[in-house]
């Protein structure tokens, strides 16, 4: 459990970040891709070329979840990530509260060192696997609803089947067994390997059981049947990790050998090699997403692999022994490591609180976008360039460049395959997304083309300009369809649709935003009461509501049927850029000169969480299409990725202190609301 609750807030915030590593050395070359999937073929193509650093190894700390006597050799992650379970030397399984650190139970019967742990998928029951038997457990009640006996030579790793109805356990004597849940019968025994059993998984759809052994190959094996698929070899060493890739269409192999290879289930075929740890490879598992690595060694570090380049870009450093088992949570923000050093530790792949940074840009970042999948970002740029990133690593994959002026905004299509840029240089330009290729130019208006955005079915997109004008231009063609001239003076600012696509809202120079629409360029509502021009706009996802900023320093809501202004939200001390509503309506972001970013609850119009760490204007801000990030573009030539929802990381933060929250802590952690944060405390 935790220990030391006298920390202070800046130890415990320490303990909370893990910073990104610089990335390491170029990866192994595979001798071939026919078999990837064109989405990692892809990836492969346009992977960038990384420089290697002197020294990427991150010394964070984590959350220490301690308790056990002896090496934690087995870890595993309750499928709604509340909970934790080990297996040690001790002889012991503990259930651990993830959010608290404390130890919910200890599984005590075994008479041997319990080798392996796993929970079921409806999380309802544990399987522990040690000395010559493993053992299924009530996780609510701690009670043993069964012992299954195992080989004599013990039973080490154990995993349930996808449906919970089969259990697969591999053994000292070469062999693995299928059992019956229900039943308790011995439905396969796996027998090929010449040497120990040294882990067991089944594949994410049921169909196989892969196993890894001290023989140097891992096996695939039919699950109906029991029959052998493949023979994966290669490895010059005991195979002691193995996984499944999420769709199942790839394993992993980890050996003593300090290597891991990618493998093609359908082929057997070796896709890759990842190379760099300096000791045997434990533990090894794929990121939710199926785009990442996260593998374990005895070189005492854990380290994260970038599946379609083989680089590693963060190694979790600092660890005082071996380590013997790793695993993501089920929502990929946390990975778990445990092992001879007896301590189970959590650690965020989450930076905190000053965001993770997508820095290279020359100069200032106009704006900032998420593609439609949440999984990359766009950022425009006064250097002329826009680049495309990737939002997990926060490593450029694509520079665009073409423009001859500053690059205002940048944004991507709906199918997220392509991406539109505008410019000082009085055009917009469309680009392959993937290849970074430029597709069509948009030429017309006579002064610089300031935003834009497409329509819901991607056919057709509005750019705005300072010319004082919007063009509704056609995708295919690059033809004009027509031009809406802002009825007062100056330029167009900002652009958005309605969630249903058959309106528009512009702001402009005036103090102005205007609804109108795109078929016939007629005003449908104008909302006037801004003192200054009118900088961002965006509809809440019902449409019923339009929120604005403006440089008058106000963030103000809008009733759209009625024009009437509904709500003023109050705080900011300089002008404000953006405005965006988050994609379940509750909140408003807005960001300022003042270099804030500003979370408000819309009902209330109070203030409930400030980002700061800009060192100047933050131009732009929108969320994320799950609303669980918020991305901001700024002045000081960097866009940043914050987490939204700070409420698991306070609570983690609840459970060490022996108090509340100072009103500084508060500034530190973003917190604006200023009742107890701690109000068990």
């Known amino acids: 459990m935790f220990t030391n609750r006298s920390l202070n807030l800046l130890t415990v915030i320490a303990l909370l970040v893990i910073t990104a590593c610089g990335p390491q050395a170029a990866p192994t070359p595979i001798s071939s891709t026919d078999a990837f999937t064109p989405t990692m073929k892809a990836a492969l193509v346009t992977a960038p070329t990384l420089t290697p650093v002197a020294s990427p190894i991150v010394e964070a700390s984590p959350l220490e979840f301690k308790g056990h006597t002896d090496k934690i050799y087995d870890i595993d992650i309750s499928p709604d990530g509340k909970y934790l379970a080990t297996g040690s030397a001790d002889k012991t399984a503990r259930l651990w509260d993830i959010a608290t650190g404390q130890t919910i139970r200890v599984f005590t019967g075994h008479t041997d060192a319990v080798g392996g742990v796993a929970f079921s998928p409806d999380g309802k029951f544990l399987v522990t696997g040690g000395d010559h038997t493993f053992r299924l457990w009530e996780v609510a009640s701690g009670q043993s609803v069964r012992v299954f006996p195992g080989s004599t030579t013990g039973i080490g790793y154990v995993e349930f089947s ?185 650690w965020s792949l989450q930076t905190f609180p000053s965001g993770m940074q997508f820095a290279g840009h020359n100069g200032q970042i106009w704006q900032a976008s998420f593609s439609p999948d949440g999984k990359k970002v766009v950022t425009a740029n006064e250097d002329f360039t826009a680049r495309i990133w990737d939002a997990i690593t926060g490593q450029s994959l694509i520079t665009l460049v ?59 997109l509005i750019t705005t300009s300072y010319d004082g004008t919007a063009r509704v231009w056609d995708i295919q063609t690059g033809q004009t369809i027509l031009i809406y001239r802002n ?48 900088t961002g706009v965006a509809f809440s996802p019902d449409g019923k509501y339009l929120v604005t900023s403006s440089w008058d320093s106000s963030v103000r809501l809008w009733g759209v049927a009625t024009g009437n202004e509904v709500r003023r939200f109050a705080g900011h001390t300089g ?68 987490f939204t929802d700070i409420h698991d990381t306070v609570r983690a933060v609840c459970a060490v202190l022996t108090r509340d929250l100072t009103s500084d802590e508060r500034v530190q952690f973003g917190i604006s609301d200023q009742g107890p944060t701690c109000p068990a405390q």
Do not use: C
């Open 487 to 534: 009825q007062g003076p100056g330029h167009v600012n900002r652009i958005a649709f309605s969630p249903d696509g058959k309106t528009v809202v512009t702001s402009a120079e005036d103090g102005t935003a205007r609804i109108w629409d795109p078929l016939t360029g007629k005003d449908l509502m104008v909302f006037r009461g801004h003192t200054d021009q009118v």
């Open 162 to 346: 996808p449906d919970g109805k089969h259990l697969v356990a591999g053994s000292g004597d070469g062999t693995a067994r299928i059992w019956d849940v229900a039943s308790g019968e011995t439905l396969h025994i796996l027998s090929g390997h010449s040497s120990f059993i040294t882990r067991v998984i089944y594949s994410p759809d049921g169909k196989y059981v892969l196993t890894g052994s001290g023989d140097h190959t891992a096996r695939l094996w039919d699950a109906a049947t029991g029959d052998e698929v493949h023979v994966f070899t290669g490895h010059t060493d005991n195979v002691s990790a193995i996984a499944f890739s999420p769709d199942g269409n790839y394993v992993v192999t980890g050996g003593d050998d300090h290597a891991i290879k990618l493998w093609d289930v359908a082929t057997g075929q070796l896709m890759r090699e990842f190379t760099g740890h300096q000791g045997w490879v434990s533990g090894i598992e794929f990121s939710p997403d199926g785009r990442f690595l996260l593998s374990g060694s005895g070189d005492r570090t854990a380290r994260l692999w970038d599946i379609a380049t083989g680089q590693t870009f963060r190694i979790l450093g600092g660890n005082t022994a071996t380590l013997q088992d790793v695993a993501f949570s089920p929502d990929g923000r946390f990975v778990v490591t445990a092992g001879d050093d007896k301590i189970a530790k959590i």
């Open 402 to 460: 073409g423009h001859t002026a500053p690059v205002r905004g940048a944004i991507f299509s709906p199918d997220g395959k392509m991406v539109l840029t505008t410019s000082e240089d009085t055009t917009a330009r469309l680009w392959d997304a993937t290849s970074g290729k430029a597709l069509r130019s948009f030429e017309g208006h006579t002064d610089l083309v300031h935003r834009a955005a497409f329509s819901l079915d991607g056919k057709y």
């Open 575 to 642: 002008y404000v850029y953006g405005a965006s509503y988050s994609p379940d309506g509750k909140y408003i972001l807005s960001s300022g000169g003042d270099g804030t970013v500003r979370l408000w609850d819309v009902q209330t119009g109070k203030e409930v969480r400030r980002f700061t760490g800009h060192k100047d204007e933050v131009r732009n801000v929108t969320f994320s299409p799950d609303g669980k990030y918020i991305l901001t573009a700024s002045s000081d030539g960097s866009a940043r990725l914050w």
